[in-house]
């Protein structure tokens, strides 16, 4: 489960929460605002005070969850998104923790190409995923952001970049918005999927997203949730909601998910 289901909660009472359930053994820790359920200028005793936490609700950290937009055009911006990212590694291995839920960009700049924006995101996530796979922790890019869900741009970034390092974050409620045939995008990802945000689609409310609760969207779950069992997937299956009516929505989907095994 994601902090981000309960993004104004402090550290102590979001991994308190998150244990209640009893379903979870591992959570996503947030690292922007609104929730900065970890942070990189933690001390050592705050990292134990955390770690006992954590233990003490039965959890581990599935994935942290930072703030990362490689959309950058110049040296500043670029050197400053990779040492942002490599600080979030270096948190992670505090924790013991081997994912590291990333944006590739967010915001698409008005004015650049195609092939401008993703040479400005390689040119970010490759120095980042040496340092990663010199420290053992997966840089896991999010299909989210204007920049994420679109098919051909995150496509061409999984070519340019090779690495068994960087891997995707699998956000179910995003696919249908990036390719009419998502159940075959899936398929054609699923060897890079090492984390997930499971979360279902619903049609829209006044022009915005609406949540709902695993199952109860347009999603054909069963059949995602079918193709990463066939190609291996080992990782969390990590529930994601935002704010108001988490607890809801995460009851359930564990009810729901239970439902289908």
Same mark, same amino acid.
């Given at each position: 489960?994601?902090?981000?289901?309960?993004?104004?909660?402090?550290?102590?009472?979001?991994?308190? =929460?998150?244990?209640?359930?009893? %379903?979870?053994?591992?959570?996503?820790?947030?690292?922007?605002?609104p929730?900065?359920?970890?942070?990189? =200028?933690?001390?050592?005793?705050?990292?134990?005070?955390?770690?006992?936490? /954590?233990?003490?609700?039965?959890?581990?950290?599935?994935? $942290?969850?930072? %703030?990362?937009?490689?959309?950058?055009?110049?040296?500043?911006?670029k050197?400053?998104?990779?040492?942002?990212?490599? %600080?979030h590694i270096?948190?992670? +291995?505090r924790?013991?923790?081997? =994912?590291l839920?990333?944006?590739?960009?967010?915001?698409? @700049?008005?004015?650049?190409?195609?092939k401008?924006?993703?040479?400005a995101?390689?040119?970010?996530?490759?120095?980042?995923?040496?340092y990663?796979?010199?420290?053992g922790?997966?840089?896991?890019?999010?299909?989210?952001?204007? &920049?994420?869900?679109?098919?051909?741009?995150?496509?061409? $970034?999984?070519?340019? $970049?090779?690495? @068994?390092?960087?891997?995707?974050?699998?956000?179910?409620?995003?696919v249908?918005?990036? +390719?009419?045939?998502?159940?075959?995008? $899936? +398929?054609? &990802?699923?060897?890079r999927?090492?984390?997930?945000? /499971?979360?279902?689609?619903?049609?829209?409310?006044?022009?915005?997203?609406?949540?709902c609760?695993?199952?109860?969207?347009?999603?054909?779950? @069963?059949?995602?949730?079918?193709i990463?069992?066939?190609?291996? #997937?080992d990782?969390? #299956?990590? /529930?994601?909601?935002?704010?108001d009516?988490?607890?809801e929505?995460?009851?359930?989907? /564990?009810?729901y998910?239970d =439902?289908?095994?």
């Amino acid at each position: 489960c994601s902090t981000w289901c309960f993004n104004t909660m402090s550290p102590e009472e979001v991994y308190t =929460q998150i244990g209640s359930y009893d %379903a979870f053994q591992g959570v996503e820790a947030v690292t922007h605002p609104p929730s900065f359920h970890l942070s990189v =200028q933690w001390t050592d005793d705050r990292v134990e005070e955390i770690k006992k936490v /954590l233990a003490n609700n039965g959890l581990e950290l599935s994935a $942290v969850s930072p %703030a990362t937009d490689f959309l950058q055009f110049d040296e500043d911006g670029k050197n400053a998104q990779i040492h942002h990212t490599m %600080a979030h590694i270096d948190l992670a +291995r505090r924790f013991g923790c081997r =994912q590291l839920r990333i944006f590739a960009g967010g915001r698409v @700049p008005e004015g650049r190409g195609r092939k401008e924006m993703i040479d400005a995101v390689v040119a970010c996530l490759e120095p980042a995923a040496e340092y990663a796979a010199d420290r053992g922790v997966v840089l896991s890019i999010e299909n989210h952001g204007q &920049f994420g869900r679109v098919y051909d741009l995150i496509s061409a $970034v999984f070519e340019a $970049v090779q690495s @068994p390092w960087v891997g995707m974050t699998l956000h179910t409620g995003g696919v249908e918005r990036m +390719r009419g045939d998502y159940l075959e995008m $899936v +398929r054609e &990802f699923a060897p890079r999927i090492t984390h997930m945000h /499971l979360n279902d689609s619903a049609p829209p409310s006044g022009g915005r997203p609406r949540q709902c609760a695993v199952g109860e969207g347009t999603l054909d779950m @069963p059949a995602i949730l079918a193709i990463l069992d066939e190609t291996g #997937y080992d990782g969390y #299956y990590n /529930l994601e909601f935002g704010g108001d009516g988490s607890d809801e929505l995460i009851r359930k989907s /564990l009810a729901y998910l239970d =439902q289908v095994g």
